[in-house]
Protein backbone atom coordinates (compact mmCIF):
# COMPACT_ATOMS: atom_id res chain seq x y z
CA UNK A 1 0.00 0.00 0.00
CA UNK A 2 1.46 3.42 -1.01
CA UNK A 3 2.65 5.88 1.71
CA UNK A 4 0.03 8.51 1.01
CA UNK A 5 -3.20 5.94 0.91
CA UNK A 6 -1.30 4.59 4.42
CA UNK A 7 -1.85 8.46 5.58
CA UNK A 8 -5.26 8.90 4.85
CA UNK A 9 -6.29 5.41 5.97
CA UNK A 10 -3.89 4.70 8.55
CA UNK A 11 -3.79 0.79 10.25
CA UNK A 12 -6.41 0.28 13.10
CA UNK A 13 -4.92 -3.39 13.52
CA UNK A 14 -1.05 -3.52 14.49
CA UNK A 15 -0.12 -6.44 11.29
CA UNK A 16 3.41 -6.41 10.68
CA UNK A 17 5.44 -5.71 7.65
CA UNK A 18 4.66 -8.64 5.05
CA UNK A 19 6.98 -9.36 2.16
CA UNK A 20 5.25 -9.53 -0.81
CA UNK A 21 7.90 -11.79 -2.53
CA UNK A 22 7.32 -14.46 -0.58
CA UNK A 23 4.78 -17.47 -2.03
CA UNK A 24 1.21 -16.62 -1.25
CA UNK A 25 -1.25 -19.22 -1.90
CA UNK A 26 -4.32 -17.85 -1.47
CA UNK A 27 -6.06 -20.96 -1.18
CA UNK A 28 -4.37 -22.50 1.82
CA UNK A 29 -6.60 -21.28 4.73
CA UNK A 30 -4.62 -19.11 6.89
CA UNK A 31 -3.80 -20.69 10.58
CA UNK A 32 -3.78 -17.87 12.94
CA UNK A 33 -5.58 -14.35 13.29
CA UNK A 34 -2.56 -12.06 12.23
CA UNK A 35 -1.73 -14.66 9.47
CA UNK A 36 -5.48 -13.56 8.01
CA UNK A 37 -4.77 -10.21 8.80
CA UNK A 38 -1.49 -10.12 6.59
CA UNK A 39 -2.67 -11.90 3.82
CA UNK A 40 -5.59 -9.40 3.67
CA UNK A 41 -2.92 -6.80 2.75
CA UNK A 42 -1.36 -9.09 0.58
CA UNK A 43 -4.80 -8.97 -1.31
CA UNK A 44 -5.27 -5.29 -1.18
CA UNK A 45 -1.89 -4.73 -1.95
CA UNK A 46 -2.23 -6.45 -5.13
CA UNK A 47 -5.42 -4.94 -6.31
CA UNK A 48 -5.02 -2.51 -9.30
CA UNK A 49 -6.26 1.51 -8.51
CA UNK A 50 -8.12 1.51 -10.88
CA UNK A 51 -10.59 -1.50 -12.40
CA UNK A 52 -12.42 -1.08 -15.77
CA UNK A 53 -15.34 -3.20 -16.43
CA UNK A 54 -15.64 -5.11 -20.28
CA UNK A 55 -18.75 -4.16 -21.35
CA UNK A 56 -20.08 -5.20 -24.65
CA UNK A 57 -22.26 -2.51 -26.08
CA UNK A 58 -24.13 -4.89 -27.99
CA UNK A 59 -25.63 -6.58 -25.27
CA UNK A 60 -26.79 -3.03 -23.26
CA UNK A 61 -29.02 -1.96 -26.66
CA UNK A 62 -30.44 -5.62 -27.08
CA UNK A 63 -31.87 -5.04 -23.01
CA UNK A 64 -33.02 -1.61 -22.94
CA UNK A 65 -36.66 -2.47 -22.12
CA UNK A 66 -37.62 0.90 -20.04
CA UNK A 67 -39.52 3.52 -21.55
CA UNK A 68 -40.22 6.45 -19.41
CA UNK A 69 -42.24 9.58 -20.47
CA UNK A 70 -42.99 13.14 -19.40
CA UNK A 71 -45.02 14.37 -21.82
CA UNK A 72 -48.05 14.01 -19.62
CA UNK A 73 -51.42 12.97 -20.03
CA UNK A 74 -52.21 10.83 -23.35
CA UNK A 75 -54.61 12.89 -25.64
CA UNK A 76 -58.13 12.43 -25.82
CA UNK A 77 -59.67 9.48 -28.41
CA UNK A 78 -60.08 11.47 -31.77
CA UNK A 79 -63.97 13.34 -31.38
CA UNK A 80 -63.95 13.09 -27.60
CA UNK A 81 -62.10 15.82 -27.40
CA UNK A 82 -63.69 18.28 -24.33
CA UNK A 83 -63.99 21.82 -25.59
CA UNK A 84 -62.01 24.76 -23.71
CA UNK A 85 -65.82 25.92 -22.94
CA UNK A 86 -66.57 23.01 -21.19
CA UNK A 87 -63.85 22.78 -19.64
CA UNK A 88 -63.81 26.26 -18.14
CA UNK A 89 -67.38 25.32 -17.47
CA UNK A 90 -66.73 22.34 -15.04
CA UNK A 91 -64.34 24.15 -13.38
CA UNK A 92 -66.80 26.77 -12.42
CA UNK A 93 -69.27 24.47 -11.35
CA UNK A 94 -66.86 22.87 -8.88
CA UNK A 95 -65.79 25.83 -7.65
CA UNK A 96 -69.55 26.58 -6.80
CA UNK A 97 -69.47 23.18 -4.56
CA UNK A 98 -66.99 24.71 -2.48
CA UNK A 99 -68.45 28.10 -1.78
CA UNK A 100 -71.45 28.49 0.13
CA UNK A 101 -70.83 29.27 3.70
CA UNK A 102 -73.66 27.69 6.38
CA UNK A 103 -74.99 31.24 6.73
CA UNK A 104 -74.72 32.06 3.06
CA UNK A 105 -78.57 31.59 2.27
CA UNK A 106 -78.56 33.40 -0.99
CA UNK A 107 -75.77 31.22 -2.20
CA UNK A 108 -77.38 27.89 -0.95
CA UNK A 109 -80.80 28.69 -2.52
CA UNK A 110 -78.94 29.53 -5.95
CA UNK A 111 -76.48 26.38 -5.33
CA UNK A 112 -79.93 23.61 -4.55
CA UNK A 113 -82.19 25.52 -6.74
CA UNK A 114 -80.45 27.00 -9.75
CA UNK A 115 -80.31 30.15 -11.52
CA UNK A 116 -83.43 29.85 -13.58
CA UNK A 117 -85.98 28.81 -10.52
CA UNK A 118 -84.29 31.50 -8.03
CA UNK A 119 -84.39 33.87 -10.94
CA UNK A 120 -88.26 32.44 -11.89
CA UNK A 121 -86.41 32.13 -15.58
CA UNK A 122 -88.48 30.41 -18.23
CA UNK A 123 -86.20 29.33 -20.32
CA UNK A 124 -82.50 28.29 -20.03
CA UNK A 125 -79.88 29.53 -22.31
CA UNK A 126 -78.75 26.93 -25.01
CA UNK A 127 -75.26 24.94 -23.65
CA UNK A 128 -75.06 21.98 -26.06
CA UNK A 129 -70.99 22.49 -25.74
CA UNK A 130 -70.70 22.55 -22.41
CA UNK A 131 -73.44 20.06 -21.16
CA UNK A 132 -75.28 20.40 -17.85
CA UNK A 133 -74.94 24.03 -16.71
CA UNK A 134 -75.27 23.37 -12.85
CA UNK A 135 -75.37 27.07 -12.21
CA UNK A 136 -78.12 27.76 -14.08
CA UNK A 137 -80.60 24.11 -13.15
CA UNK A 138 -78.90 23.74 -9.48
CA UNK A 139 -76.52 20.89 -7.90
CA UNK A 140 -78.27 17.61 -7.53
CA UNK A 141 -77.98 16.74 -3.37
CA UNK A 142 -75.21 14.18 -4.44
CA UNK A 143 -73.52 11.90 -1.42
CA UNK A 144 -70.34 13.84 -2.20
CA UNK A 145 -71.46 17.13 -1.34
CA UNK A 146 -74.34 16.35 1.88
CA UNK A 147 -71.97 13.47 3.23
CA UNK A 148 -69.31 17.07 3.78
CA UNK A 149 -72.15 19.29 5.99
CA UNK A 150 -72.30 18.88 9.86
CA UNK A 151 -75.56 19.04 11.59
CA UNK A 152 -75.20 23.09 11.66
CA UNK A 153 -75.24 23.35 8.20
CA UNK A 154 -78.03 20.83 7.15
CA UNK A 155 -80.16 22.75 10.02
CA UNK A 156 -79.27 26.22 7.88
CA UNK A 157 -79.62 25.15 4.59
CA UNK A 158 -83.12 23.16 5.52
CA UNK A 159 -83.81 26.21 7.02
CA UNK A 160 -83.39 28.68 4.00
CA UNK A 161 -85.19 26.35 1.55
CA UNK A 162 -87.89 25.96 3.58
CA UNK A 163 -88.44 29.85 4.04
CA UNK A 164 -88.07 29.81 -0.41
CA UNK A 165 -91.04 27.15 0.22
CA UNK A 166 -93.07 29.45 2.36
CA UNK A 167 -93.42 31.74 -0.66
CA UNK A 168 -92.67 29.67 -3.61
CA UNK A 169 -94.39 26.74 -5.69
CA UNK A 170 -92.61 23.29 -5.10
CA UNK A 171 -90.20 21.86 -7.20
CA UNK A 172 -88.43 18.79 -8.13
CA UNK A 173 -85.16 20.34 -7.21
CA UNK A 174 -86.76 21.21 -4.04
CA UNK A 175 -87.94 17.91 -3.60
CA UNK A 176 -84.88 16.11 -4.14
CA UNK A 177 -83.06 18.74 -1.44
CA UNK A 178 -85.32 18.45 1.23
CA UNK A 179 -85.42 14.35 0.90
CA UNK A 180 -81.83 14.23 1.22
CA UNK A 181 -81.63 17.00 4.11
CA UNK A 182 -84.08 15.49 6.33
CA UNK A 183 -82.02 11.78 5.41
CA UNK A 184 -78.75 13.91 7.20
CA UNK A 185 -80.60 14.84 10.01
CA UNK A 186 -79.34 13.46 13.37
CA UNK A 187 -81.98 11.73 15.97
CA UNK A 188 -82.50 13.00 18.52
CA UNK A 189 -83.63 16.26 16.72
CA UNK A 190 -82.44 19.48 18.13
CA UNK A 191 -84.71 22.24 19.14
CA UNK A 192 -84.73 24.46 15.67
CA UNK A 193 -84.47 21.09 13.69
CA UNK A 194 -87.57 20.06 15.01
CA UNK A 195 -89.43 23.21 14.40
CA UNK A 196 -88.23 23.75 10.95
CA UNK A 197 -89.59 20.16 9.70
CA UNK A 198 -93.19 20.51 11.69
CA UNK A 199 -93.04 23.86 9.36
CA UNK A 200 -91.99 21.82 6.17
CA UNK A 201 -94.71 19.45 7.25
CA UNK A 202 -97.55 22.04 7.47
CA UNK A 203 -96.74 23.90 4.23
CA UNK A 204 -96.59 20.51 2.12
CA UNK A 205 -100.27 19.96 3.31
CA UNK A 206 -101.64 23.63 2.62
CA UNK A 207 -99.31 23.25 -0.84
CA UNK A 208 -101.29 20.43 -1.90
CA UNK A 209 -104.46 21.75 -1.10
CA UNK A 210 -104.35 24.69 -2.90
CA UNK A 211 -102.13 23.28 -5.90
CA UNK A 212 -105.09 23.96 -8.70
CA UNK A 213 -103.42 21.51 -11.21
CA UNK A 214 -103.73 18.47 -9.30
CA UNK A 215 -100.10 16.44 -10.39
CA UNK A 216 -100.00 12.78 -8.91
CA UNK A 217 -96.26 13.03 -9.15
CA UNK A 218 -95.47 16.04 -6.61
CA UNK A 219 -98.77 15.23 -4.87
CA UNK A 220 -96.73 12.22 -4.08
CA UNK A 221 -93.52 13.97 -3.09
CA UNK A 222 -95.30 16.48 -0.46
CA UNK A 223 -97.55 13.55 1.15
CA UNK A 224 -93.30 11.25 1.04
CA UNK A 225 -92.32 14.32 2.95
CA UNK A 226 -95.23 14.86 5.28
CA UNK A 227 -94.67 11.30 6.13
CA UNK A 228 -90.87 11.33 6.96
CA UNK A 229 -91.47 14.51 8.97
CA UNK A 230 -94.79 12.59 11.16
CA UNK A 231 -93.64 9.03 11.49
CA UNK A 232 -89.80 8.68 11.05
CA UNK A 233 -89.48 11.95 13.11
CA UNK A 234 -92.19 11.34 15.79
CA UNK A 235 -94.70 13.83 14.80
CA UNK A 236 -97.15 11.73 15.12
CA UNK A 237 -100.03 14.81 14.99
CA UNK A 238 -98.83 15.89 12.02
CA UNK A 239 -99.55 12.35 10.33
CA UNK A 240 -101.81 11.79 7.17
CA UNK A 241 -104.89 9.31 8.74
CA UNK A 242 -104.48 6.32 6.86
CA UNK A 243 -106.87 5.79 3.85
Not at 61 to 76: D, E, F, H, L
Not at 118 to 125: G, K, M, N, R, T
Not at 152 to 174: D, Q, R
Request: charged share 25%.
Amino acid sequence: MEAGVEELMPRLLPVGDWDLAEDFDPTVPPRTPQEYLKRVQIEAARCPDVVVAKIDPRKLKKKQTVNISISGCQPAPEGYSPTLRWQQQQVANFSAVRQPKSEDEEGWKKFCLGERIYSEIDALPNNENIGIDYMQVGFPPLLSIVSRMNQATVTSVLEYLISWFGEKKFTPELGRWLYALLACLEKPLLPEAHSLIRQLARRCSEVRVIEENKNEEQISALNLIICLVSRYFDQRDLADEPS
